[in-house]
């Protein structure tokens, strides 16, 4: 820290990336900063433009560069990639407007293994997207194990002779092998494993060099970060392909690099499950997860989702069927007492025995395990059959036909015990089944990976924690179905309902909020934040922010409008009838409902000079009003339907190039959440209905029944909020700067009216404030007046 940094220049104006801050990001800053002092948070409602990133990044680094402050870093979390660029741009605006005599804030872009291996980056070694994950912890663990205790190499020595292969290559000019390269950066090693031992036979054992290099390079019984061979400090945002560069060319593991630097770093911006996933946490992120971290969550509006998604599990029947023939594969070389040699001169069932041992763990348990998992695919075939039988008469005949499908092992309004642990009792499986499966799957893991040397994901370890979960988690904040999800395998029978289907045991999270509020009482305090909060009361209860608060942690609030010329927009809630199924009925239905809606619809796009996003409540409805509007107008209209990210990319191209067009999409698809419409990319946004998702899933009536338990009004916690929450985002697209100029108009009754079901009190005031309701008829005169002002 340099002298003007250590002397504390309390004003955070030092660390503030732009000329001057608007009134509302000062505001928050300093509620930011006050509350994390106190280890609390400020929960931020700013709309678009409310400059939220700026403002929670110069909070945080603020307190992180203050000597009298505890905060050594601040961790960004947020779910989407655009998201995630406009913080390491904001992070790059701060380095640039620093003090001459302050040293850059360091920071890095957290990205998966995938982006940052050599060999997958390039594809080389048979490793890629889908293979590098198994075949990390396969080559770690073999190169782990080959110099570790009993190993017979040295880290150094493994090195070495990867580098002297590469040597002897380019002494003999072999023709076509050149170096690995990736990033632009050579490394010293050939693009192919190297093996340890087995000399002329070939049956050495693979290892990875960058991370042999990694084991090399740390210190005995010292810190991580000591194994870094680049200078971090000074180099500001390091994003992947720097990472990677600075790493492989020295000859050293990225991934490793990366979490050799995260405790030391002032910056680190990620994802959710980061943060959230157990997983994750526990076995790379950990060392953020305390008091001298101020955590930023963006997008904080999707924050109880993503984390009832990352807290809840599942096990699918092809994996219970992978995990049953792991557990026979073990079991029968001592069953059978097979002599067979394997390489290092033991036997198969001399592996087991010591595995077994080490575990303290008897070969009966493992046959127990393989009966139960054997006996519950049975019970799984009998549910699904049977419910088939009674939703889908005839659909052995129509497997191509079947749709996904849930069943409830309980009826989803009344907590109590699932229909598979009563099977399980009653077929006599008690306690000692369930509470081992976890450790009996990880140990039929390690055999299997150390007997075959073959880099898997084993089914054993996931289907054994999964029913240690099942059995000890409690039946009233979890949720247990069945969950069938199309596919297709040719090697069932044809009359089998497994040729169309995998079935999930699946164990749902239904009321996450004492996760997100355990996890969050971990760092020091920090910033909740959204363009679409409210009602912030809801918002407390169900991210566990009032857990926080009765912990004695400070929970502040902040809602800022949009500060652009009012002038700019013009803002409808039509009232016309509320678009629900029992109004609108299906699709292609003609009735006075569908015919306003598609009215209001063509009203905005015929009007509007520019770009039109309509978001409808689902893809079907989507379907629907782009057949209308593609009758009624002059212009292109393109549809969006539930794809890969690659089709929807191309899309938005599409969208954007050329005259003007008409998107319509679902508001819970992509397009009208954490996409940029700057610019003239967008004029206008029209939203149809409220997007409540379907309440007859079993799995969303149990969700409101738990948020009734724990909230009181489960269907206003569980689905209207989150439903008005998705319809401000999607209206909040179009306007996006102070010179940008638009149309938003939200179409149903519901947002115009106060009623029984009125969806207005859900908006912050000066959304309601400017939404004022006007009736269809009148809404091409608000519409030709506006934009007779601003052609």
């Not at 929960?43 to 560069?65: D, N, P, Q, W, Y």
């Not at 493994?158 to 380019?170: D, M, N, S």
């Not at 009148?778 to 030709?784: A, E, K």
């Amino acid at each position: 820290m340099t002298e003007a940094e250590a002397e504390g220049d309390a004003d955070w104006r030092a660390v503030f990336g732009h000329p001057s801050p608007y009134p509302e990001q000062a505001d928050g800053i300093d509620a930011a900063v006050d509350a994390a002092r106190d280890g609390g948070y400020l929960s931020l409602e700013g709309a678009c433009g409310t400059g939220k990133t700026m403002l929670a990044l110069t909070a945080g680094i603020h307190l992180v560069r203050d000597p009298d402050s505890d905060f050594e870093r601040v961790v960004v979390l947020t779910s989407v990639k655009q998201q995630l660029r406009q913080f390491e741009a904001d992070l790059r605006a701060i380095n640039e407007n620093l003090p001459s005599d302050w040293r850059p804030v360091s920071g890095l872009t957290l990205v998966g293994k995938a982006d940052v291996c050599p060999y997958s980056r390039e594809h080389a070694a048979g490793i890629d997207d889908s293979t590098v994950y198994e075949r990390c912890e396969g080559l770690r663990e073999r190169t782990r194990n080959l110099v570790g205790e009993g190993g017979d190499a040295t880290a150094g020595a493994l090195v070495e002779q990867a580098r002297r292969a590469q040597t002897g290559i380019a002494d003999t000019a072999e023709a076509g092998v050149s170096y690995l390269e990736t990033a632009g950066e050579p490394t010293p090693y050939l693009p192919s494993m190297p093996e340890h031992g087995g000399g002329a036979t070939g049956d050495g054992t693979e290892f990875c060099p960058f991370y042999a290099q990694f084991l090399d390079d740390l210190p005995e019984d010292g810190e991580a970060v000591e194994a870094v061979p680049f200078d971090f400090a000074d180099r500001g945002l390091i994003d992947a392909d720097e990472l990677v560069r600075l790493s492989a060319g020295h000859g050293t593991c990225p991934h490793s690099m990366m979490g050799a630097v995260l405790p030391e770093l002032e910056v680190v911006i990620g994802n959710y499950y980061h943060a959230f996933d157990p997983t994750t946490a526990g076995s790379f992120t950990g060392a953020l997860l305390d008091d001298a971290t101020f955590v930023v969550c963006d997008e904080a509006h999707m924050l109880e989702p993503r984390v009832r998604d990352l807290v809840s599990d599942g096990v699918g029947d092809a994996t219970l069927r992978d995990a049953e023939n792991e557990l026979t594969r073990v079991i029968q070389p001592v069953e059978f007492e097979d002599d067979g040699k394997r390489a290092n001169g033991t036997t198969d069932a001399e592996l087991v025995r010591g595995e077994l041992a080490d575990a303290e763990i008897g070969l009966s348990e493992l046959k127990l395990t393989r009966d139960f998992i054997r006996d519950l695919r049975e019970e799984l075939d009998r549910r699904v059959t049977g419910h088939l039988d009674e939703a889908r008469p005839g659909w052995r005949a129509d497997l191509a036909d079947l749709d996904d499908e849930e069943i409830p092992l309980r009826d989803p309004s009344e907590p109590g015990e699932d229909d598979v642990s009563k099977w399980a009792s009653d077929a006599g499986y008690g306690e000692k089944v369930w509470a081992h499966a976890e450790q009996v799957g990880a140990v039929v893991g390690r055999i299997l990976n150390e007997a075959e040397e073959e880099d898997r994901k084993r089914a054993a370890p996931a289907a054994g924690r999964l029913l240690n979960k099942w059995y000890r988690l409690d039946h009233a904040s979890y949720f247990r179905e069945i969950e069938l999800d199309r596919t297709w395998d040719e090697t069932e029978p044809p009359d089998s309902w497994r040729r169309a289907y995998n079935a999930h045991l699946a164990l749902h999270n239904c009321v996450p909020a004492d996760a997100i509020g355990e996890r969050l009482s971990e760092f020091g305090g920090g910033v909740l934040m959204s363009a679409t909060l409210a009602p912030l009361d809801v918002f407390r209860e169900v991210t566990g922010l009032n857990y926080l608060e009765s912990e004695g942690r400070p929970v502040v609030e902040r809602t800022y409008g949009l500060g652009f010329p009012e002038e700019n927009r013009a803002s409808f809630a039509v009232d016309a009838p509320k678009f629900t199924y029992g109004n609108r009925g299906a699709p292609g239905e003609e009735n006075e409902t569908r015919r306003l809606h598609a009215d209001a619809a063509a009203e905005v796009a015929r009007a509007t000079p520019g770009n039109v996003l309509v978001g409808m409540p689902s893809y079907g409805e989507a379907e629907w009003m782009a057949g209308v509007l593609d009758d009624r107008l002059d212009r292109p209209v393109l549809l969006d339907e539930s794809s890969r990210d690659d089709a929807t990319e191309e899309l938005k191209s599409a969208f954007f190039a050329g005259d003007a067009k008409v998107l319509v999409t679902s508001i819970r698809g992509t397009l009208t959440e954490g996409v940029d419409y700057e610019g003239d990319k967008l004029s206008a946004a029209v939203v149809c209905g409220v997007p409540i998702i379907n309440t007859s899933s079993p799995r969303t009536q149990a969700v409101r029944t738990a948020y009734d338990r724990e909230f009181g009004d489960g269907f206003e916690v569980a689905l209207t909020v989150p439903a008005v929450r998705k319809a401000r985002q999607a209206i909040g697209r179009v306007i996006r700067g102070p010179e940008e100029v638009g149309v938003r108009a939200l179409v149903d009754a519901r947002y115009a009216r106060e009623s029984w079901d009125s969806v207005r009190e859900y908006f912050p005031e000066y959304d309601r404030e400017e939404f004022q309701p006007v009736s269809p008829d009148m809404l091409r005169f608000g519409l030709d007046r506006f934009w007779n002002e601003h052609r």
